[in-house]
């Protein structure tokens, strides 16, 4: 046997097994060839069904009505101010009065800071990108 005829015979097999998961549709939205007026028609009854699932969704869970609803909008703003607005206040006072902002320590780092296998690719092979005095002190021994 070939090695083309093992393949297509083993794809054969794998499109045979494949599940389907194609969901079957309850709702036709085209309606199928004919004339004119047999589409529209068909447009038409699709369209009255529609409506017709849609007002039995909404006989099975009623909604409320626009003032319950406001009313429930404007409840979840306040909880939210109440909670939200002291949470907020606490933690601009703790960075602001509690926290320090730490920084990099002044003066020359430790060794174990500045270990590397191999130098940076600029002209400036031990300096960082952005440490300009180390950049200074490269240039001034450069010259």
């Avoid at 409320?64 to 933690?91: A, R």
């Avoid at 800071?113 to 300096?127: A, L, N, Q, V």
Wanted: hydrophobic residues 40%; contains cysteine; positive net charge.
């Amino acid at each position: 046997m070939s090695l083309v005829v093992a393949r297509n015979i083993a794809r054969g097999l794998a499109v045979r097994r494949a599940p389907v998961f194609a969901a079957r549709r309850s709702v036709q939205t085209v309606p199928k060839l004919g004339t004119e007026a047999e589409m529209e028609a068909q447009a038409v009854e699709q369209i009255r069904a529609r409506i017709a699932y849609q007002k039995e969704l909404m006989a099975a869970k009623p909604h409320k009505s626009f003032d319950e609803e406001w009313e429930e909008l404007w409840t979840w703003i306040k909880i939210s101010i109440y909670v939200c607005g002291p949470v907020v206040i606490f933690g601009i006072f703790k960075d602001l009065v509690i926290e320090e902002h730490h920084h990099r320590p002044d003066g020359p780092l430790p060794e174990y800071m500045k270990i590397r296998s191999k130098e940076f690719p600029w002209e400036c092979g031990d300096c960082d990108l952005m440490d300009l005095s180390c950049w200074k002190k490269c240039r001034a021994e450069k010259k």
